[in-house]
């Protein structure tokens, strides 16, 4: 597996397409194109997938690459929390 480019939004839209999961290259407002992956994660039940690499070169999930990219956790803590991934 080779190593993941710099994670910017346009690659997890990439990434999401490749799963089947396809987002408007029109959203111009960051914060609703962050949600709309965030939702797509989720709903798709990718956030235990493998992404790629992280920059140290680390296999990481799509979680833990959101959690990287945007500084935030893929799901609020409000939520029940899945048992963690073992990746």
Request: proline residues 7%; contains cysteine.
């Amino acid at each position: 597996m080779s190593q993941a480019p710099a994670n910017t939004d346009a690659h997890f839209v990439k990434r999401l397409k490749d799963h089947g999961r396809e987002l408007a290259a029109t959203i111009a407002d960051p914060e609703e194109l962050r949600e709309r992956i965030r939702f797509a994660i989720i709903e798709c039940g990718l956030d235990c997938a493998i992404f790629g690499r992280s920059p140290a070169g680390k296999v990481e999930t799509y979680a833990q690459a959101f959690e990287r990219h945007y500084q935030e956790p893929l799901e609020p803590t409000t939520r029940k929390r899945k048992p963690k991934c073992s990746v």
